[in-house]
Nanobody, 119 residues
Framework: QLQASGGGLVQAGGSLRLSCAAS????????MGWFRQAPGKEREFVAN??????YYADFVKGRFTISRDNAKNTVYLQMNSLKPEDTAVYYC????????????????WGQGTQVTVSS
């Protein structure tokens, strides 16, 4: 089970840190990531962390940072310089595949946390 938290309302240029706590199994050897879905749009890849590195969507490079604490079975997404177009429900994800950049590679989803960025 994945439990996401940390979303909220923030002004443009602000920051938020999302957390995703895993329970029920150990995800330290799994690929973990974040996706987001804005109203009327498909769910899209945001960031991925696995045993070989970190990967980001082009639209968040330089602004978002993904990290993980295996001792706490938790993955984080630090979001800086937020823009109104970052408004979406953010979902954490886990998968056995090395890269978690497509919805079809995800084995487990968190429940989502709303991020709203005002202009």
């Amino acid at each position: 089970q994945l439990q996401a938290s940390g979303g909220g309302l923030v002004q443009a240029g602000g920051s938020l840190r999302l957390s995703c706590a895993a329970s029920g199994r150990t995800f330290s050897s799994w690929s973990m990531g974040w996706f987001r879905q804005a109203p009327g749009k498909e769910r899209e890849f945001v960031a991925n962390i696995n045993w070989s590195g970190k990967y980001y969507a082009d639209f968040v490079k330089g602004r978002f940072t993904i990290s993980r604490d295996n001792a706490k079975n938790t993955v984080y997404l630090q979001m800086n310089s937020l823009k109104p177009e970052d408004t979406a429900v953010y979902y954490c994800a886990a998968g056995a595949a090395r890269l978690l950049m497509e919805v079809r590679h995800v084995d487990y989803w968190g429940q989502g946390t709303q991020v709203t960025v005002s202009s």
